[in-house]
């Protein structure tokens, strides 16, 4: 099926669709993007998804291309037109374009390219991945230093995941000065003894809209979270892993360097809150 996309105030065929060979986001990678799940044709935290990019946006100086409103209308429309019962809108937003090639950028007045569609995935919730667990491994983090912005610069996060699924893995963490930041397109938990550890939210990491709907969830549970710099070494001791993102809600780990956790299965804490998850967010779908 042609997918129908968003772009610039238009909605069309995706083979339609397009967007100029100068834009910043295809030279520069000077873009900025969301991605939200969508569960029984609604949107899981919108809110927290817009409140994100207003901020990526300022962080980078970046005009807003629409309004709040304007943005949740488009999402529903996209997903209305798509038939996307379970997928994903992808949402991206550029600095754009003023016809050349230049560090310097372009002239307050230039109009932010916005681009918007859908992805089809029909078991994001009933996903087999998540019964299984993920195999990860662990690699160095080269990223730049303003990893909370979510920048469209996933070169170094697409790179890990080719070396996981060279290593017969599923996905990688990355390592900065002996500490785990997050994953490439997650951020990473691990609990011991009844405690779920996460790296606290600085410029590190992405400030994850699961991360802390996860961890408000987790609280409300009366489970223990400490949120603090953890070793590769203390996560492979653990009883067990998870990630966190919008595309795989909580996804248990259950493997990491080839050292296997616990029985080798998804953990009980990272099952249950992937339930508590997907419960709560399905009452809150706007
Ligand atoms: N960290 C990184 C590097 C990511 O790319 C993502 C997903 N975009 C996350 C964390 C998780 O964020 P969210 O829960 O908002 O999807």
Known sequence: MTRTVYVNGVYLPETEATVSIFDRGFLMADGVYEV????????????????????????LEMQAACSKDELLEIHRELVKRNDIVEGLVYLQITRGSDGDRDFVFPSADTKPTIVLFTQNKPNLADNPAAKKGAKIISIEDIRWGRRDIKTV??????????????????????????????????????????????????????????????????????????????????????????????????????????????DGTPGPIAKRLREIYLDESRKAAV
């Open 36 to 59: 939200t799940s969508v569960l029984d044709g609604k949107l899981i935290d919108f809110e927290g998804h817009a409140v994100r990019l207003q901020r990526s946006l300022d962080e």
């Open 153 to 262: 610069q996933l070169l170094y996060p697409s790179m890990g995941k080719m070396m996981a699924k060279k290593a017969g893995c599923d996905d990688a963490w990355l390592i900065e000065d002996g500490h785990v930041t997050e994953g490439t397109s997650n951020n990473a938990y691990f609990v011991k003894d009844g405690t779920i550890v996460t790296r606290p939210l600085s410029t590190d990491i992405l400030h994850g809209i699961t991360r802390k709907a996860v961890l408000r969830m987790a609280a409300e549970a009366q489970l223990k979270i400490e949120e603090r710099l953890f070793t590769i070494d203390e996560a492979k001791e653990a009883d067990e892993a998870f990630t966190t993102s919008a595309s795989a809600f909580v996804m248990p780990v259950v493997e990491i360097d080839g050292v296997q956790l616990g």
